[in-house]
């Protein structure tokens, strides 16, 4: 009798979740004192996570080429991995302030580079623009003095690092891109001795750069990626033969193609670890449509097909191989400057970042940490821009566990959920494309327990209408929520200066990176986000099953 009644209960609490949901399903507008103002409501689904990301989910990419190339106006400079000023102390407090940052050593010129160690003969020359030669560039070299700097930076910063290794050494590219033959791996296996004997640490090592399904300049087949995948994997085999914990292996860092990624995940059951794959959703940097596309959510919708039909194959393949985006900077050609290094920029980015993230990506590398037209940090003064603190927030409170989070009032602002980060309770993303609308947001969660009771947040209708919780009791301890409210300066999307909370964010003359405060914040009010805004809610006391 006792489960017949409980039975009745759950099914009376659906039901009246329903028509709550349908209820509210339709946005009400309310005027207010700065004029029209969305009503919307969040539903949460506290009872199970739907993905899960990895602690470190947050990555960024190094990349090379020589300084004098430039796009639409931005050169690279002294942003590579040859000419990166390794004692500037804030690049060293950027990555510091993640504890720890994983970084993506790679990129387009990764596959024309040699590793030169001392008793080579000839020069080891950086790579130059040559037009005539592979994607317009020159074959370069990686002196081990310069590795060296960079491991030694890496550690003093605390930083966890992928290297892309030269796939094409020794290969001949055919006019028409395709690539004959085995990999090479000499000069790799000559790059691996090196960093075990020098006692470096390398998380990974991924094979090629764009190199699958049609290729960027060169292209190799699934199959033929697959041998070269299995030869790299004898050779750390062997190399890291005494080791307890051996590097993973990544590949192929090109652009997703379903075929060419089913055949290649197909034939590396037992030798990948990670697939990683590119996306530049935006389009090229040379765009002049770029901040409308961020506007707007149909367009930000979009990318959701590719990261749906890379989790399908991997589970659908028996790997255990997991999904990363290697790289992704929005647009591509090194972005485009006042829009990829800019505020607006965040909206697709943290959007992006949490889109994945439903679909089981583990790590996100966004294009660049500093470099181009769209690095978390400026190129020349090495000044964060407004994503290196959209991606430090994030690292900072968005945890493993992904939530189903539904928002009904206006497709113009997005909304996510994951378990809070290194702490008790919930986690909200809410991110404003709206510019001239600010949105009342409103809160509810659902916990279907063990003992089949159905929890949901009280969620404040007016001052004297509460929608009171359906349990035995309230799952809040505390009435206090956390909320982290990030504008641009003059409500200037193009503007690099982000403010939290009204109070803008620099470093100071030590190269510190400021402290990220939120403002406190009754757990009875609605949340107020601004038009064009991102606001991170954290609910210590939102205590759901899937964050326990």
Not at 181 to 210: D, F, H, Q
Not at 360 to 376: A, D, M, P, S, V
Not at 390 to 397: D, K
Request: with cysteine; proline share 3%.
């Amino acid at each position: 009798m006792s489960c017949g009644i409980g039975s009745l209960l759950v099914l009376a609490g659906l039901c009246f979740l329903i028509f709550w949901i349908h209820h509210n399903s339709v946005a009400s507008q309310t005027t207010g004192l700065s004029g029209i103002v969305v009503v919307g409501s969040v539903f949460i689904n506290g009872s199970t996570s739907i993905a899960g990301i990895d602690d470190d989910f947050i990555c960024a990419t190094l990349d090379y080429g020589p300084p004098d190339v430039c796009y639409h106006g931005t050169c690279w400079g002294n942003a590579t991995l040859f000419t990166l000023d390794l004692s500037n102390p804030i690049l060293l407090n950027a990555i510091k302030a993640f504890s720890p940052l994983k970084i993506r050593m790679g990129g387009t010129l990764q596959d024309k580079l040699i590793y030169h160690v001392q008793g080579d003969e000839g020069p080891c020359k950086h790579q130059s623009i040559n037009n005539s030669d592979f994607l317009g560039f020159s074959q370069g070299c990686l002196p081990m003095s310069r590795w060296d700097e960079l491991n030694a930076f890496f550690k003093r910063a605390g930083a966890i690092v992928t290297f892309g290794l030269n796939a094409l050494y020794g290969r001949t590219v055919q006019s028409d891109g395709s690539v004959q033959g085995p990999w090479n791996s000499s000069n790799a296996e000559i790059l691996l001795r090196y960093t075990v004997n020098k006692g470096y640490n390398i998380l990974g090592w991924e094979l090629g750069n764009e190199l699958s399904g049609e290729g960027i300049g060169a292209r190799v087949s699934a199959q033929q990626y697959a041998s070269d995948i299995e030869t790299l994997q004898n050779l750390l085999d062997d190399i890291y033969g005494g080791f307890e914990v051996k590097p993973l292996i990544l590949a192929p860092g090109g652009f997703f193609d379903a075929n060419w990624f089913k055949d290649f995940v197909d034939h590396t059951t037992q030798t990948l670890q990670v697939v990683t794959h590119h996306v530049y959703s935006l389009g090229a940097g040379a765009d002049d449509n770029l901040i409308s596309r961020i506007l707007d959510p149909s367009y930000l919708n979009g990318i959701a097909q590719t990261f749906s039909s890379l989790e399908s194959i991997l589970k659908n393949s028996g790997t255990s191989a997991v999904a990363w985006v290697g790289e992704a900077g929005g647009a591509y050609n090194s972005g485009h400057h006042l829009v990829t290094d800019a505020f607006v920029s965040s909206f697709w980015y943290l959007d992006q970042l949490a889109m994945a993230a439903t679909y089981n990506t583990k790590t996100y590398c966004r294009q660049t940490l500093i470099g181009g037209g769209y690095g978390l940090l400026n190129s020349s003064t090495f000044q964060p821009n407004p994503d290196y603190y959209s991606a430090l927030l994030w690292h900072r409170l968005m945890g493993n566990n992904v939530l189903f989070t539904n928002f009904t009032g206006t497709n113009k602002l997005r909304a996510y959920s994951h378990c809070s980060k290194n702490s008790t309770g919930v986690t909200l993303l809410l991110i404003n494309l709206d510019g001239n609308t600010p949105a009342q947001v409103h809160v509810s969660t659902e916990d279907i327990a063990g003992n089949g009771t159905l929890i949901l947040q009280p969620q404040i209708r007016s001052s004297k209408n509460k929608f009171s919780s359906i349990s035995k009791g309230s799952i809040f301890d505390e009435n206090i929520r956390e909320e982290y409210h990030l504008t641009a300066k003059d409500r200037d999307l193009q503007s690099q200066v982000t403010l939290l909370n009204g109070k803008i964010l620099r470093v100071d003359s030590s190269g510190n990176i400021p402290a990220l405060n939120p403002i406190k914040v009754s757990m009875s009010d609605p949340i107020l986000v601004a038009s064009f805004s991102v606001v991170f809610a954290r609910f210590p006391s939102m205590n759901v099953t899937a964050c326990r």
